[in-house]
């Protein structure tokens, strides 16, 4: 008898074929629409025609579609830590969260009470099993690895769950998709905030934080402008600063270097390689592993956002579970509330968010 696998579909093309190449496998395979963002009127929540596309491949496949929300989850547990972050003044990564408190968190359990073996997902990555559980590592198409976005998945999560297209580059999806009559072929791939979608991100939080507005300051204390809260910005961000040129400064682009919470000041350089804007080291919060803990320092490579190459660096246990990430070189705006992320060859060690910086040079030395 074959396993039944509950397939998240979203509507897209990647979640169509890792249901398409289950079913070819002979799993017994079934649809999960997970709609976890209350319908906006703003045009930007896409959460129906995705609906609709995901029904359309369930009948192409002739597999059953389910409907659920967790809406209440994904407000709790995902966007209420969302706006937490932002309100101390970080840039968080809702996407993490997301895939480890809904999609691999109740989406799983979901599953399993409806008889699944297993959840599966259109994500770009690899799993492999381990004596620890499942092990995580990079997809074949470099281009498309979502594995940083995985880390903090459990390991008794990635056990039970399958990823069928990490061995696939996204060409060949397309392709398959087109060849086997899937009506969402050629639908763009979606970038936006998990569950929220595509839309003006400034505006959009406006509708959730206070507008706080605050000094826009040199590393030397002088008043350039004017912001309207610390949370509508993140480091290393050129543009919206609403500055333009200063009299006797150079015609640099400016850059936001650090943010003066207890000031509630926005401290901004120019030139894409002021000093101020690199870290030598970074510190984390309590560290998720996905294999066996390290004790003892030791090197291999991180990232500290999306789509950035390994970085070699020197990953430093310590006894209460954080760890601190020193570079082999400095790395350009290393961004508290987002994430570090270990990786030793291919395989995913885990990560943690980034608590603190370590920049290269001191802000009264490079005023």
């Known amino acids: 008898m074959s396993e039944r696998v509950i397939v998240g579909l979203s509507g897209g093309v990647d979640s169509a074929v890792a249901a398409l190449l289950l079913k070819d496998a002979g799993h017994d395979v079934q649809g999960l629409f997970m709609s976890n963002w209350e319908e906006d009127d703003d045009g930007y929540c896409t959460a129906a025609q995705d609906y609709q596309d995901a029904r359309a491949v369930a009948a192409e496949l002739g597999i059953a579609l389910h409907r659920a929300s967790f809406a209440r989850q994904y407000r709790e547990q995902v966007f209420g830590e969302f706006l937490r972050e932002h309100r101390a003044g970080r840039t968080p990564n809702p996407d993490v969260l997301c895939n480890r408190e809904i999609k691999f968190g109740v989406a799983l359990e979901w599953a399993q009470r409806l008889g699944a073996s297993h959840f599966a997902t259109g994500h770009y990555a690899r799993l492999e099993p381990s004596p620890e559980g499942g092990a995580l590592y990079k997809a074949r198409d470099d281009a498309k690895d979502q594995s940083y976005f995985l880390h903090a998945v459990s390991r008794a999560q990635l056990s039970r769950t399958l990823m069928p297209l990490g061995e696939l580059e996204k060409s060949a999806v397309r ?193």
């Open 175 to 367: 392709e398959r998709a087109r060849r086997s009559g899937l009506p969402v072929f050629d639908k763009p791939d979606s970038t936006g905030i998990c569950f929220i979608g595509e839309r003006p991100f400034r505006a959009f939080l406006t509708r959730f934080l206070p507008v706080t507005p605050g000094p826009i300051e040199s590393p030397s204390g002088e008043r350039l402008g004017t912001h309207q809260g610390l949370a509508f910005h993140t480091l290393g961000q050129r543009g919206g600063l609403g500055i333009g040129g200063q009299h006797g400064r150079p015609h640099l682009p400016w850059y936001v270097a650090a943010k003066d919470v207890g000031r509630n000041a926005l401290i901004v350089v120019q030139g894409h390689d002021h000093p101020l804007l690199s870290s030598e080291a970074l510190a984390t919060g309590a560290w998720h592993w996905l294999a066996s803990p390290r004790r003892q320092p030791f090197r291999c490579g991180v990232k500290v956002r999306y789509r950035q190459a390994d970085e070699p660096a020197l990953l430093e246990p310590r006894s209460d579970g954080t760890v601190r990430v020193r570079f082999e070189r400095p790395q350009r705006a290393v961004t508290p509330g987002q994430y570090a992320v270990a990786y030793e060859g291919e395989r995913c060690l885990g990560g943690a968010v980034i608590e603190s910086i370590e920049p290269r040079v001191r802000e009264s030395a490079a005023a």
